[in-house]
């Protein structure tokens, strides 16, 4: 029999004054509430209450047992209430695992979560493993890569795109690729910890492809080759939410972006679907909202390409160079509707 309704049914029994009206109060039978009192008794080898025909009064072992279970019972009451208000109210540590090129994407995310939530602490972790949620104690992880363990829930929460990226002074050195083929005359940044290897897949106009790739940068970080790029070293493949910053400023462009139409999944996962923490949930909720209000974040591309689909456009080979090596502009040429 349980314990603790137990000792709340004898605690009942002494505030009601009797049996019949504790059975009343807690929408019970009067045998059942004997029983309780009774499961009590025998197992302590005691005595708590005295039964008379008219009421029934505490033995002064009764007496103790009694006050120790009001504090017993308050305190668990008390648990209850921080337990769900934890759960009701975003608080506490989220404890975060990230691959490592995902912070740029989480960024400005994590910043609405903690303004919005100031009693809740993240901290974030980054490792290129997917880590053991349970056995390492994390609530939630953040991840571009599909989870083989089916007792973990995954959600996806945004998509992007890879893109492939070089600086306007390599483009201007040594021309645009048009393309995949055209990668074999490119120094191409590689990362080493692919699943393709030396290869960089594309879908497109020629349907699906497979292209070796060479060149004198091998690295285990995708920022390491996204910085490379951006000094001119060569061409990077890379997830768009990891150079959206540099395309729009010109430091990087983006070439054969009618190859790359995948759409990849970032997802969220965690280890359990019941009883979901308010600060797992809610952070889960943000994430989505905030990539579905701003799509274009995943494909830094799609903006520009839709602008120059509705005019005709003359686009030079490499972007123009200003004379302090920074580019000046994209080389495109509106054409007048007259001359259409």
Not at 192 to 207: Q, V
Request: proline share 6%; hydrophobic share 45%; aromatic share 6%.
């Amino acid at each position: 029999m349980d314990r603790m309704t137990s000792m709340s049914t004898f605690v009942k029994v002494v505030e009601s004054g009797g049996f019949s009206a504790a059975a009343r109060a807690l929408d019970m039978s009067p045998s059942m509430v004997t029983t309780h009192v009774q499961a009590l008794e025998e197992r302590l080898d005691v005595r708590l209450l005295n039964r008379s025909t008219r009421k029934v009064s505490l033995t002064e072992v009764g007496q103790a047992y009694y006050e120790r279970c009001l504090q017993i019972l308050a305190e668990v009451d008390d648990a209850d209430q921080v337990a769900q208000a934890l759960q009701s109210n975003p608080r506490g540590t989220l404890r975060l695992n990230t691959s490592v090129a995902i912070p740029p994407f989480l960024a400005p995310v994590i910043a609405e979560f903690v303004a919005l939530y100031p009693d809740v602490t993240i901290s974030m972790t980054m490792t290129d493993r997917m880590i053991d949620l349970v056995e390492e104690g994390f609530d939630l992880a953040v991840r571009n890569m599909t989870v083989p363990d089916s007792s973990l829930i995954s959600r996806r929460v945004a998509t992007y795109r890879f893109v492939v990226v070089g600086a306007p002074g390599y483009l201007a050195a040594r021309g645009t690729p048009k393309r995949p083929a055209d990668l074999a005359q490119h120094n191409c940044l590689i990362y080493s910890h692919s699943a393709w290897g030396n290869e960089w897949r594309f879908a497109g106009p020629d349907g699906e492809q497979s292209v070796p790739v060479s060149g004198n940068l091998l690295a285990n970080s995708d920022n390491a080759l996204r910085l490379a790029a951006v000094h001119g070293q060569g061409l990077a493949l890379a997830p768009s939410y990891l150079v959206i910053d540099e395309i729009k400023s010109g430091r990087l462009v983006p070439v054969l972006t009618e190859f790359l139409q995948t759409e990849h999944a970032i997802n969220a996962i965690y280890p359990h679907r019941r009883h979901l923490s308010a600060k797992v949930r809610s952070f889960i909720d943000l994430l989505a909202k905030h990539f579905r209000e701003d799509p274009a974040w995943a494909d830094p591309c799609r903006t520009c390409l839709s602008a120059q689909a509705g005019m005709n456009t003359v686009v030079e080979d490499a972007p123009a160079m200003g004379a302090d090596g920074v580019p000046a502009a994209l080389m495109v040429e509106r054409i007048s509707p007259s001359a259409e």
